[in-house]
Nanobody, 126 residues
């Protein structure tokens, strides 16, 4: 199993950009599909973006499509979430998630993932 640790969160003004990173331990990172989720205060955790184990397939929530980009570097064991044109409604704790994938696809729901990081706070001020 991999363990994942997020970084890169912070405070940014509306319209600004941030890049989140998720570093995974273990030598089998390339066998894992990865996802980003977020949870705003008082709300349910929601899907943000996902990427297949090889990086060839990506998926996005409608609310972030065109503004966020998920990518991965399997040699570095890291997945990224580049966020541009940030809005106050993007404010949330962002979580990285991982699961073993037997073939190349993306996963959209939290219960499909079994490894989670502790989260990193993103705050967008208006």
């Amino acid at each position: 199993q991999v363990q994942v640790v997020e970084s890169g969160g912070g405070l940014v003004q509306a319209g600004g950009s941030l890049r989140l990173s998720c570093a995974a331990s273990g030598r089998t990172f390339g066998s894992y599909a990865m996802g980003w989720f977020r949870q705003a205060l008082g709300k349910e955790r929601e899907f943000v973006a996902a990427i297949s184990r090889g990086g060839g397939s990506t998926s996005y929530a409608a609310s972030v499509k065109g503004r966020f980009t998920i990518s991965r570097d399997n040699a570095k064991g890291t997945v990224y979430l580049q966020m541009v044109s940030l809005k106050p409604e993007d404010t949330a704790v962002y979580y990285c998630a991982a699961r073993v994938a037997s073939y190349s696809r993306t996963y959209y729901t939290a219960d499909e993932y079994d490894q989670w990081g502790q989260g990193t706070q993103v705050t967008v001020s208006s």
